[in-house]
């Protein structure tokens, strides 16, 4: 077979993925290795517009925790996390929606059109994306960590019918106007819920769910929601991995149809999740 009769067959075995989620939302977490390898950042951004291209609905939700640390340290304000989440006072607030609506989002947008796609940012705040309330954390003051009550999908959904890929950064509002921190994986899940997504797929730094973290051959393949319900009610779950998981079963209890948590260190991992049956990572449905 020739190198262009293998292209042209590597094409057509993804024509029933194709045909399958022409028109479908796929929500995107991105994170980890994903968003600080440059090679690996433009991969991301060559995958989702392909999506778009063929006819799927990409929604990028991002975070950007070390870029905020890197800024908090530079104005000689020092990083607090409690239970993995950041003390969010006023002034790491603003910082906080400095670095997430501002660089790391704007960044995210030009990466995007770099590749040929379109691509508009937003934060929580825009349209009142994002309704949140505090976070509540028993005898812990968080400040403004945020945790989200509703979505208001209707402007994605004009974005997304216009060719457009939505990148959003997880900052929420309240009624009264306040801006909150939000966990972005937890963003993520309420997006792919209130959207009633085809896919949720969260990148990380490991191969998925690990039974036995960091072993990599104890990966959990496939998990029902209650099964993963039981891995976080049991305690057997990394601590990094909490708001992942919770954030699948956010989106199934929305409307979701699957979930998926994969190594965003792979080249290609969103195409290879999409397009083909390799099975990477751990899903849940």
């Known amino acids: 077979m ?7 067959e590597t094409l ?12 479908k939302t796929v929500v995107v977490k991105y994170g980890g290795a994903a968003m600080t390898d440059e090679a690996l ?7 989702l517009v392909l999506m778009r291209a063929v006819g799927i609905r990409p929604v990028l939700v991002h975070g950007g925790g070390p870029e905020v640390d890197k800024l908090m340290r530079r104005v ?24 997430l609506s501002g660089s790391v989002n704007k960044a995210l947008v030009a990466g995007v059109q770099l590749a040929g796609g379109k691509a508009v940012g937003l934060s929580g705040k825009d349209g009142g994306l994002f309704l949140a309330q505090p976070l509540p954390v028993e005898g812990v003051d968080l400040g403004f960590v945020g945790q989200i009550i509703e979505v208001r999908p209707e402007l994605l959904s004009t974005l997304t019918d216009s060719g457009y890929i939505p990148v959003l950064c997880s900052i929420a509002v309240d009624r009264e106007g306040q801006g909150y921190n939000v966990n972005a994986d937890l963003a993520a899940g309420a997006v792919a819920g209130a959207l009633q ?7 990380t730094d490991v191969e998925g ?14 998990m029902s929601p209650s099964e993963a319900g039981d891995l976080l009610s049991g305690g057997t779950v990394e601590k990094g991995m909490i708001p992942k998981v919770q954030a699948c079963l956010t989106a199934l ?23 083909t049956d390799a099975g990477i990572g751990t899903m849940i449905s």
């Open 12 to 23: 057509i075995q993804a024509l029933p993925y194709i045909q399958a989620f022409s028109g």
């Open 253 to 275: 209890e929305g409307g979701a149809h699957s979930a998926h948590i994969i190594d965003g260190r792979r080249r290609h991992s969103l195409l290879i999740e999409v397009f």
């Open 76 to 99: 000689g304000k020092e990083p607090e996390k409690v239970h993995g989440m950041r003390v969010t006072d006023s002034d790491t607030m603003d910082l906080v929606e400095m670095v």
């Open 197 to 203: 997504a085809e896919k949720l797929i969260i990148l």
């Open 2 to 8: 020739t190198e262009y009769e293998t292209r042209a």
């Open 209 to 222: 769910v690990l039974s036995r973290y960091p072993d990599p051959a104890s990966l959990l393949s496939q």
């Open 41 to 47: 950042k433009r991969e991301v951004m060559r995958d």
